[in-house]
Nanobody
Framework: QLVESGGGSVQAGGSLRLSCAAS????????MAWFRQAPGKEREGVAA???????DYVASVKGRFTIPRDNAKNTVYLQMNSLKPEDTAMYYC???????????????????WGQGTQVTVS
């Protein structure tokens, strides 16, 4: 089970940190990622991290977002800085059974999904 938290409303230029806590399984050897879906748009990948800590980011968030993970807490985070109105979306955490990603933005690579947490930037 994946449970996201930390969403909310923030002004442009502000910061938020999303958390995704996993239970029932230890995900330290798995790829984890954050996706987002804005109203009227398809869900897109935002940030991903593999079991070795290698990360990947979609171009629109590079330099602003980071995806640290705490294996001891079985938790992955999305630190979002310099937020823009176009970052407004529902954010989802996802976990793959594989330790390394092929295409980190291929949603079919992910086996478990959280329920989402809303981020609104005005």
């Amino acid at each position: 089970q994946l449970v996201e938290s930390g969403g909310g409303s923030v002004q442009a230029g502000g910061s938020l940190r999303l958390s995704c806590a996993a239970s029932g399984y230890t995900y330290s050897s798995n790829c984890m990622a954050w996706f987002r879906q804005a109203p009227g748009k398809e869900r897109e990948g935002v940030a991903a991290i593999d079991s070795d800590g290698r990360t990947d980011y979609v171009a629109s968030v590079k330099g602003r977002f980071t995806i640290p993970r705490d294996n001891a807490k079985n938790t992955v985070y999305l630190q979002m800085n310099s937020l823009k109105p176009e970052d407004t979306a529902m954010y989802y955490c996802a976990v793959a059974l594989e330790p390394y990603f092929g295409d980190p933005w291929d949603q079919n690579e992910y086996n478990f999904w959280g329920q989402g947490t809303q981020v609104t930037v005005s």
